[in-house]
């Protein structure tokens, strides 16, 4: 098979779309209805970045690369890459609502863009190869994939530069990403202005009932999706159907992820695993009180939280 699409350089934006939670639910739905749920989630990523003109780079796992600006770069790459990651998120929302009707989990999804000079073409050899980009701004787009929380937009510093007044966004964080020597600013996407205004909805976990709590959690830190093998205990203050708060005995960068074992709590005989995801951590006495979001949802552990927060509520 000879090698079309020579090599080339370029610039382009990339954007990557990660289901969250999605391993650990893996394990508490059958197979084909896993598959079904992927299926669903790619179809409807794919026919958003086809609609907005983006390339499909490859499918990974449960997420999706999708490239603005190659085999052909027009002027408006940008723009089109972030209404096609706030159309994402919007489709997802209609994506749950059939999910509930069906009595199906419902799947969150967190988002990347990176924009720089990448290598585009056909790489491989005469036996296999594939057109797609290589260079900084695609690992930089997976690393910053990472710290998106369920529903979330995230920048990188040269897509937040580039899209000048046309973008309004957040919070503004400043991380330690692997393979870069220097911390990372990460911009939250809430709205494109061009060329009309769409805004990136709001997945609000503080509108639900919230129980006031007193029992101590194990905590592991979570690196690049591997456990690491250091404990460390908090104490939770109060939680809720999709996170908690927590007094923690050091500070945690915001979007670092945490395993949390809450098993003596909720009369289990095994620990009952939770991944969450920092939102804030501030200083408190002599511990920091940081706010978590579960991102796990619809999954056996989860809703044990729920059923727990429902039962203090109502006795149900």
Not at 43 to 68: Q, T, Y
Not at 90 to 99: E, K, P, Q, T, V
Not at 184 to 199: F, N, W
């Amino acid at each position: 098979m000879r090698k079309s699409h020579p090599v080339v350089g370029t610039q382009a934006t990339i954007l990557i779309a990660d289901l969250r939670g999605f391993s650990t639910l893996m394990d508490s739905v059958a197979p084909t209805l896993m598959v079904e749920l992927l299926d669903r989630f790619f179809g409807l990523m794919a026919g958003i970045v086809d609609r907005h003109g983006g390339l499909v780079d490859k499918l990974m796992g449960d997420s999706i690369m999708a490239v603005f600006g190659v085999p052909t770069r027009r002027a408006d790459d940008l723009i089109r890459a972030l209404n096609c990651a706030v159309e994402m998120q919007l489709g997802m929302i209609d994506l749950n609502r059939r999910s509930e009707t069906l009595g199906e989990p419902r799947l969150y999804a967190g988002i990347a863009l990176s924009t720089g000079d990448v290598m585009a073409g056909c790489f491989g050899s005469d036996v296999y190869n594939e057109y797609t980009v290589i260079g900084t701004p695609v690992n930089l787009a997976s690393r910053i994939e990472g710290y998106a929380l369920r529903g979330q937009i995230l920048l990188s510093e040269a897509t937040f530069r580039a899209a000048g007044h046309a973008i309004q966004v957040g919070n503004v964080n400043e991380v330690q990403v692997k393979g870069r020597s220097t911390p990372v600013m990460l911009y939250e996407l809430k709205a494109v202005k061009e060329p009309r205004m769409l805004r990136v909805p709001t997945i609000e976990i503080r509108k639900t009932p919230r129980i006031l709590v007193d029992f101590p959690v194990v905590f592991q830190r979570v690196d690049d999706k591997r456990i690491l093998p250091e404990r460390f205990v908090g104490q939770v203050n109060d939680m809720g159907y999709f996170g908690l708060c927590v007094d923690l005995p050091m500070a945690l960068p915001p979007y670092s992820e945490v395993l949390m074992s809450l098993a003596p709590e909720f009369g289990l005989d095994g620990p009952l695993e939770v991944y969450a995801r920092v939102l804030r951590s501030l200083p408190n006495r002599d511990r920091f009180r940081t706010n978590l979001q579960f991102t796990t949802i619809d999954t056996p552990g989860h809703r044990r939280i729920k059923q727990y927060v429902d039962h203090i509520l109502w006795g149900s």
